[in-house]
């Protein structure tokens, strides 16, 4: 995929080893690391509805390494659990609604033109289409089937939000943050149909009985009784 940012994933761990070498040794919880990521992320929305576009660009993407080191401290410590991705994801969703109230509140200033109005519209729909990418990869994941795929996932939204944030604040009317803001409305809902297909040609017609259950001895390779070995999702694809 053209836009799919998981071919950067190993030069990332690459760059930052010693950080993840020297929280590995220095025994920092996985879950420490995703409860920092959460708040510097969510502080992103005050500081959008402030109007501080280019801070609010910066914490998303500081939130973003925050989300790469909690799962790569989890799968080099052997800290990770089944709650900590649970609870990873389920951060990554409140974090990533409040990003877009803050851009809801950004836009419906009474200050601004009634012209950018629409964006309240486009935001909504990348808020949905977000929520949608991640319900069905958790749906479909819950029924033994796999949904990863598509071209705006998790760390695809956080570049680009964060990026043009960062780089571009209000410049030039805030051209190119309506600009990103008018494709994730558009991509994030294709990526979530592009889910729906992709689960569809795998389990049509496949009974519900038929399907292992997440964390069952048949679903993760083991005879009944055996202990499966767990691990915090790190690959942010959500």
Do not use: C
């Not at 795929?149 to 943050?177: C, K, P, Q, T």
Request: charged letters at 15%.
């Amino acid at each position: 995929m053209a836009l799919n940012l998981e071919r950067l994933r190993e030069p990332v761990y690459r760059i930052i080893r010693p950080l993840t070498d020297w929280l590995v040794s220095g025994r920092v919880h996985p879950n420490a690391l995703t409860t920092i990521g959460f708040f510097v992320t969510v502080s992103s929305g005050f500081f959008f509805h402030a109007h501080h576009v280019r801070t609010a660009g910066f914490l998303i993407l500081l939130g973003g390494v925050f989300d790469i080191l909690d799962g790569r401290v989890a799968r080099l410590s052997g800290l990770g659990s089944k709650f900590g991705a649970f609870y990873d994801s389920t951060l990554d969703r409140i974090s990533e609604i409040a990003v877009y109230f803050g851009l809801l509140s950004l836009y419906n200033d009474y200050r601004l033109d009634t012209g950018d109005v629409g964006m309240i519209y486009l935001i909504m729909l990348a808020m949905a289409g977000s929520l949608m990418i991640s319900y069905t990869r958790a749906r479909a994941e819950s029924l033994g089937l796999d949904a990863e795929v598509g071209l705006m996932a998790r760390a695809e939204r956080v570049v680009l939000i964060g990026g043009s944030a960062l780089f571009f604040g209000l410049n030039w009317d805030g051209l190119v943050l309506k600009v990103v803001i008018f494709i994730l409305a558009v991509m994030t809902n294709i990526t979530a149909i592009q889910r729906i297909l992709y689960v569809y040609r795998q389990g049509a017609g496949v009974p519900v009985t038929d399907v292992a259950r997440p964390g069952t001895a048949q679903d993760a390779g083991v005879a009944p009784g055996a202990e499966a070995s767990t691990e915090k999702n790190t690959s942010a694809r959500a």
